[in-house]
Nanobody
Framework: QVQLVESGGGLVQPGGSLRLSCAASGSRSSISVMNWYRQAPGKERNVIASITDSGYAGYADSVKGRFTISRDNAKNILYLQMNSLKSEDTAVYYC?????????WGPGTQVTVSS
């Protein structure tokens, strides 16, 4: 079992920055892929960034060039650096981890971009 807890969300003005963290605890077996998803009110939950255990990263077009995903495998922490935030980035942000055939989700953290 893996437990995930996100942190770092909050209210930020357009153009600002936030860094989200996702701490993984529980099983010490290696976690392969980790992702950040987000879900805006009334919309589906969509993946925005992914990273493998070797550090290969991929991004959705909507965040490419503005967001950076990274992970500290030794500490089992996933990060999302978000720059140049826009109002349309407002959503609940979730981290997801894949360990063998199991998929784990965190409870989410709210990010609100507003002046």
């Amino acid at each position: 079992q893996v437990q995930l807890v996100e942190s770092g969300g909050g209210l930020v003005q357009p153009g600002g920055s936030l860094r989200l963290s996702c701490a993984a605890s529980g099983s010490r077996s290696s976690i392969s892929v980790m992702n950040w998803y987000r879900q805006a009110p009334g919309k589906e939950r969509n993946v925005i960034a992914s990273i493998t255990d070797s550090g290969y990263a991929g991004y959705a077009d909507s965040v490419k060039g503005r967001f950076t995903i990274s992970r500290d495998n030794a500490k089992n922490i996933l990060y999302l650096q978000m720059n140049s935030l826009k109002s349309e980035d407002t959503a609940v942000y979730y981290c997801r981890a894949i360990q063998y055939e199991n998929v784990y989700w965190g409870p989410g953290t709210q990010v609100t971009v507003s002046s």
